[in-house]
């Protein structure tokens, strides 16, 4: 059983960085393509970001498009996701899983990482 532990969030002004991370156990993580997502308050979760799992192929949604980078290392069994140029708007819990259009999709979701953006 997979399991997702997510960290690097934390209280940052409008226009800085955050690096997230998120570890995974088990032995299928390389060979799942994953993603992050966030769910900000009375919001929906929505996806951010995805990479394949060689970390050739990235996507990004409007949410994270331009600003924000997806990356991982086998490994480590980890992903990250760089955050650069953070909005208010940016404030949810952070959430890695597996791509939407995984077949591996969803796996059990982790506790999450709280990003705080303050003016």
């Known amino acids: 059983q997979v399991q997702l532990v997510e960290s690097g969030g934390g209280l940052v002004q409008a226009g800085g960085s955050l690096r997230l991370s998120c570890a995974a156990s088990?032995?299928?993580?390389?060979?799942?393509?994953m993603g992050w997502f966030r769910q900000a308050p009375g919001k929906e979760r929505e996806s951010v970001a995805a990479?394949?799992?060689?970390?050739?192929?990235?996507h990004y949604t409007d949410s994270g498009r331009g600003r924000f980078t997806i990356s991982r290392d086998n490994a480590k069994n980890t992903v990250y996701l760089q955050m650069n140029s953070l909005k208010l708007e940016d404030k949810a819990v952070y959430y890695c899983?597996?791509?939407?259009?995984?077949?591996?999709?969803?796996?059990?979701w982790g506790q999450g990482t709280q990003v705080t953006v303050s003016s």
């Open positions: 899983n597996a791509d939407p259009l995984s077949s591996m999709y969803p796996l059990p």
């Open positions: 088990g032995r299928t993580f390389s060979s799942t393509n």
């Open positions: 990479i394949s799992w060689s970390g050739s192929t990235e």
